[in-house]
């Protein structure tokens, strides 16, 4: 396991933090200025925390590799498609959108996505766009019908279908939230302006 960090600038650099890992009992297979190489062991996964812990306590910092910058890339073009969505009432093709962002090949992105997280990226795109209708049907007034159009669903049914497959509640259950709160405020207001 590779690890790229931030802040070795000098000889001194590499041997605390060989001492370091010694003590985490993680055995150091290469290091050199800003790269540790480590031996791919259980101990990892469950010394992640461990390790970048230590290396805040001694002015380190853990940098991503390019896979993992790339994986957040990808997550923060999903967010501006979302929200060009909003802005402008326009479906995104997500696709699009970020391979042009990131001058590369959609489905290499996509299958990178795939390793890294565990899901497909068009099931992070539907999760991200259920949170966000979840969002508008709490806090707006906004209609199945302008949630359809605004997030760009070919109907409100398949917009209810997709809501009901991946939180298990139906549109009418966040609706009622939204309703019940808006009688909590009301009736906050009536108790504040009678006080």
């Known amino acids: ?3 790229l960090i931030k802040g070795m600038v000098c000889n001194r650099c590499i041997y605390v933090l060989e001492q370091e890992f010694l003590n985490l009992d993680l055995e150091i297979i290469a290091i050199e200025l800003g790269r540790v190489v480590i031996k791919d ?5 469950v010394n992640q925390e461990a390790i970048k812990s230590m290396l805040k306590k001694n002015g380190f910092e853990l940098l991503f590799t390019k896979t993992e910058e790339t994986v957040e890339k990808i997550k923060e073009l999903v967010e501006i498609g979302i929200k060009m969505q909003l802005e402008n009432g326009k479906p995104t093709k997500f696709s699009t959108l970020i391979s042009n962002k990131l001058t590369k090949n959609y489905d290499t992105l996509s299958a990178l996505f795939s390793s890294v997280e ?5 099931k992070y795109i539907i999760l991200r766009k259920i949170e966000k ?13 302008e949630i ?6 070919s109907s409100p049914a398949h ?8 939180t298990g509640f139906t549109s009418s259950y966040y ?16 108790i504040n302006s009678a006080s």
């Not at 062991?41 to 996964?45: E, H, L």
């Not at 565990?118 to 068009?122: A, D, F, H, N, S």
């Not at 609706?175 to 009536?190: F, G, V, Y």
């Open 118 to 122: 565990g899901q497909t990226l068009e």
């Open 41 to 45: 062991t259980a101990n990892f996964s």
């Open 175 to 190: 609706k009622k939230i939204r309703l019940d709160k808006l009688a909590i405020i009301e009736k906050q207001s009536h």
């Open 133 to 145: 209708i979840k969002e508008l049907l709490v806090y707006t007034d906004q209609s199945m019908s």
């Open 1 to 3: 396991m590779t690890l």
């Open 159 to 166: 917009l209810s279908n997709q809501l009901k497959k991946y």
């Open 148 to 153: 359809t159009h605004t997030l760009g669903y």
